[in-house]
């Protein structure tokens, strides 16, 4: 079945997708983001593993092992600061 839909960018660069699209994709957390000739395409997408999210950036896999621990004790660290 082909339905179409027009969404609004906002000023942001975020788009909503309507319910039925969605509902026809199965509910996925996250999206697959394709842009092929000009034609911006969403695949239901999946989380990764660490090892493949590095080897995609390009860097060794200790290295945004690394990454992550720094920035989940920067959030740690701002929780536990006074307002």
């Not at 969404?7 to 039925?20: E, F, G, I, R, Y």
């Not at 999946?46 to 896999?61: C, D, K, N």
Request: one cysteine or more; a positive charge; glycine letters at 4%.
């Amino acid at each position: 079945m082909r339905r179409t839909h027009l969404a609004k960018l906002t000023s942001k660069n975020q788009l909503t997708l309507p319910d039925w699209a969605v509902e026809q994709t199965d509910y996925p957390t996250h999206y697959e983001i394709v842009v092929c000739d000009g034609v911006l395409m969403l695949f239901p997408g999946r989380i990764v593993s660490l090892e493949l999210q590095a080897q995609t950036a390009g860097i060794e896999p200790e290295v945004l092992r690394m990454a992550r621990k720094l920035v989940a004790e920067g959030k740690k660290a701002r929780e536990k600061a006074p307002s």
